[in-house]
């Protein structure tokens, strides 16, 4: 299965609802089929994630829809004690250093300020994504065939065995 092919689990965490379907569109365009919920809050999200998605992107100031919202360092921390296999993207508006440094620090996949380039680096940050899922589906399946192959010599070598007594 190609990236491309790769229909993706997507957690977007945005407080502005014209930046959810902005993502989203981007998502579908480039990965078709793919399961894509959004959420104005981080507690919505936390409240709501049932199952670890293939990726969250996340806002890091949440407080439009709510003032007291956790922000995204908040929410990446609980997502990462949660999931902490889970890649998250920030896609946000913070281009201050020290934001994006924190958001690396606490396990962050990437980091984008959102911007003109914003949503073609977020489709280079899932197709690498994208790839590495499909590296893993690989691996795990070489592994299974490998295990496989072993038990088969081992009871192949017992049969040669068993026969060779009897």
């Not at 293939?54 to 921390?77: E, H, P, R, T, W």
Request: proline share 4%; net charge negative; hydrophobic share 45%.
């Amino acid at each position: 299965m190609s990236p491309a092919e790769t229909k993706l689990n997507v957690a977007v965490i945005d407080d502005d609802p014209t930046i959810c379907e902005m993502v989203r569109d981007t998502i579908e365009k480039k990965f078709p089929g793919s399961n894509i919920v959004t959420y104005n809050t981080g507690e919505d999200a936390l409240a709501a994630i049932a199952s670890e998605p293939d990726v969250a992107v996340l806002d890091y100031q949440l407080d439009s829809v709510k003032a007291d919202a956790m922000n995204g360092i908040q929410i990446l921390s609980k997502l990462k004690s949660r999931y902490p296999n889970l890649p998250v993207i920030f896609l946000t508006g913070q281009d201050r250093i020290e934001v994006a440094s924190n958001t690396i620090k606490y396990g962050a996949y990437d980091y984008i300020v959102k911007n003109e380039t914003a949503f073609h680096k977020l489709e280079l940050a899932l197709t690498q994504l994208a790839n590495l899922h499909t590296l893993k589906k690989s691996h795990g399946f070489q592994k299974g065939m490998n295990s496989f192959f072993w038990v088969l010599v081992l009871a192949l070598i017992g049969y040669l065995i068993y026969l060779r007594v009897h």
